[in-house]
């Protein structure tokens, strides 16, 4: 969708921003550009919808070379939000935001209809800003408003460059988890530009790694974490990569352990083979767990398992993160947590394991996971 050819930048001064860059980014992708200021993400982007000219080589947009577009006609082919979004300080956030399907020709009361649904999209209630003007609104609403403006004229290439990088981080954790749920339903093709490497990996399907005006290391997330090309890559993703690329590896169903399974309506067993099992309710969704030991001691005629489970605090949904996983684990205390089926009402799939997590951080990268058996990390606490 958007691809370089050995583009280079040169400014007058002798500054080289670009150097030699190829890369490319596929329809409905969402790359992000990280690397530390300076290294010359700004002057990609700005490539991208002419906003400056490459000294060498060529950019193609759907397989246009876009230095024969037009830049106005290729400017409405790309959104593009920044930090310091420019909302027009003088118009309502209604109209900032229908200011360009209005430009292109739609009907004033049809801009602002679509405006408005924009607007909703991104989290603002149009009843409630839309008539508000940029100086009311907090700096993560205003970044809210930009991201709408972006997408009035629906283009398919959206280019973003630090847009969450004025606001506090509880905002941004907002903003990114919004944007990932936008971007989903939507599936633009996205450039995200960021100096944070959380960012880049949190957000980006791949990320490329910039040095001086390079790419070091263009790769998903986990293989930059996992396998960092260059020390380079390795020192700017930091000593911690291990711990990041918890947060993003997803539980997969392949990852769980399938533990001794009970149902509400079943007698209480009075023996399990484990010491532990999990109670279900008659659709298979997850009710809860009971231990060996109880069961054994309350066993007596007439006992169901109802009277005896307990309700499982530890669960989460299919292809939450390993850090989530991690993070429930310590906040309950628990061994081991459930893991449910995300589109349904909770149908059980298995259960997560400490040693399951590490096999599944280690599964993450090919290059780690190649000498790791299961036998390798079998599990005590089912046995
Ligand atoms: N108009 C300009 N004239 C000269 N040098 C520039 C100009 N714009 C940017 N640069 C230089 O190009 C390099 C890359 O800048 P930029 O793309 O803005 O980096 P980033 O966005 O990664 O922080 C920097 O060294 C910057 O000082
Ligand atoms: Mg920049």
Redesign the pocket.
């Known amino acids: 969708m958007i691809r370089f050819e050995h583009v280079s930048k040169r ?3 002798g ?1 080289t ?1 670009v150097d030699g860059l190829s890369f490319e980014v596929n329809a409905g992708e969402l790359v992000t550009l990280v ?1 530390p ?8 982007m700005k490539m991208v919808n002419r906003l400056i000219e490459p000294t060498e080589g060529r950019i193609f947009l759907d397989g246009d070379d876009i230095s024969a577009i037009d830049p106005v006609q290729l400017r409405r082919r790309i959104g593009y939000v920044i930090q310091q979004v420019g909302l027009f300080p003088h118009k309502t956030v209604l109209d900032n935001t229908a200011t360009v399907p209005h430009l292109l020709g739609v009907r004033r009361a049809e801009a602002r209809a679509r405006a408005a649904e924009l607007l909703d999209l991104v989290g603002l209630d149009p009843k409630v800003f839309g008539e508000r003007y940029p100086e009311q609104l907090s700096g993560g609403q205003r970044q809210r408003v930009g991201v709408a403006r972006a997408l009035a004229a629906d283009p398919p290439v959206l280019l973003m460059d630090e847009p969450f990088g004025a606001v506090d981080p509880v905002v941004r954790d907002h903003l990114q988890t919004e944007f990932l749920r936008l971007q989903r339903t939507l599936g633009k093709t996205v450039l995200f ?1 960021t100096h944070d490497i959380e960012e880049a990996v949190r957000l980006g399907d791949r990320i490329a790694v ?1 040095g001086q005006g390079r790419i070091e290391q263009f790769d998903t997330p986990s293989a930059v974490l996992g396998a960092p090309a260059t020390d380079y890559v390795a020192d700017f993703v930091g000593a911690d990569r291990g711990l990041k690329r918890l947060s993003v590896t997803p539980i997969e169903e392949g990852d769980l352990e399938q533990p001794p399974v009970v149902h509400l309506d079943d007698p209480l067993p009075r023996e399990l083979d484990a010491r532990w099992a999990v109670v279900l309710d008659q659709e298979d969704n997850l009710h809860g767990w009971i231990s060996a030991e109880h069961a054994r001691d309350a066993a007596k005629k007439g006992a169901t398992v109802r009277d005896h489970a307990r309700r499982m605090e530890a669960w989460l949904p299919v292809g939450a993160s390993l850090k989530q996983a991690f993070a429930t684990m310590l906040q309950h205390d628990a061994g081991w947590i459930a893991v449910i089926d995300a589109d349904s009402e909770g149908r059980f799939l298995g259960v997560l394991t400490p040693a399951r997590l590490h096999e599944a951080l280690r599964r993450s990268t090919a290059a780690d996971a190649r000498d790791v058996a299961r036998a390798d990390v079998a599990l005590e606490i089912i046995r």
Do not use: L, N, Q, R
């Not at 300076?38 to 990609?44: M, N, S, V």
């Open positions: 400014y007058a001064d500054t921003a690397g200021s300076g290294c010359g993400k700004t002057t990609t530009v910039y």
